[in-house]
């Protein structure tokens, strides 16, 4: 492996552990309108953004609705549940970060969230990193914009980018950009992941050896 000169790192499932918070949320809002969702119809929107969610199921149902007062209903309610209880991280992620950024690592976060909720999520989260979102480039993953975007805004070459994601949608976008991907399984099932280059449960994976390993720096 080449030395990598940055990380991109999704947010939601990557970097917070939120999906079970995004799952209530949704289902909030469905339960109102009398939709039930499986947990494998969930799975297969994961790491799509909310608007699109929101389209499929409804469409799927027949159902006409405002899908921006829908969404902006679903953050009430997401907002009321990390106002109560906060945004956990995903094991190992603050010591990792930490890692790379004293060995010179370029790092940012490359989400298909909004701005509004992922502004909010990193302040609630006590995280300050520059991101781009969808709101950036318009087109969500598995569109490969985001992080194409994420590395002109580092300085770097596509191939010297390492992108870390929980998403089937994710990695696609990923490699569509011409980037490495590490699959993180802490919320998501392994299989979801096989397309990965590599698959981690946590950050806890990377002891010093792994890091430098990892890196190319050793």
């Known amino acids: 492996m080449n030395i990598m000169k940055s990380v991109i790192f999704d947010l939601d499932g990557t970097i917070l552990d939120t999906e079970q918070l995004h799952r209530i949320t949704f289902n909030r809002v469905l339960d109102e309108l009398g939709v039930k969702l499986s947990q494998e119809k969930w799975d297969s929107f994961r790491g799509l953004g909310a608007i699109r969610i929101f389209k499929t199921i409804f469409e799927e149902n027949n159902i006409d609705v405002d899908l921006v007062e829908i969404n902006s209903r679903r953050d009430k309610y997401f907002d009321e549940l990390i106002m109560k209880d906060g945004i956990p991280l995903v094991k190992g992620f603050k010591e990792f970060y930490n890692s790379l ?90 299989d979801e992941l096989k397309e990965a280059d590599l698959i981690v449960k946590d950050y806890t994976y990377f002891d010093e050896q792994r890091i430098n390993e990892f890196l190319g720096l050793k």
Not at 140 to 161: M, N, Q, T
Not at 166 to 186: F, K, L, P, W
Request: aromatic residues 4%.
């Open 101 to 190: 950024i004293e060995k010179g690592i370029k790092v940012i976060i490359g989400t298909s969230g909004r701005r509004i909720n992922v502004s909010e999520e990193l302040e609630l989260s006590h995280l300050n990193l520059e991101y781009v979102c969808v709101d950036d480039v318009g087109k969500a993953k598995p569109e490969p914009d985001i992080f194409l975007l994420c590395a002109k805004r580092l300085g770097v070459d596509v191939k010297d980018c390492i992108v870390f994601e929980d998403s089937g949608a994710g990695i696609i976008a990923a490699h569509r950009a011409g980037m490495q991907v590490v699959g993180v399984s802490a919320t998501t099932d392994k």
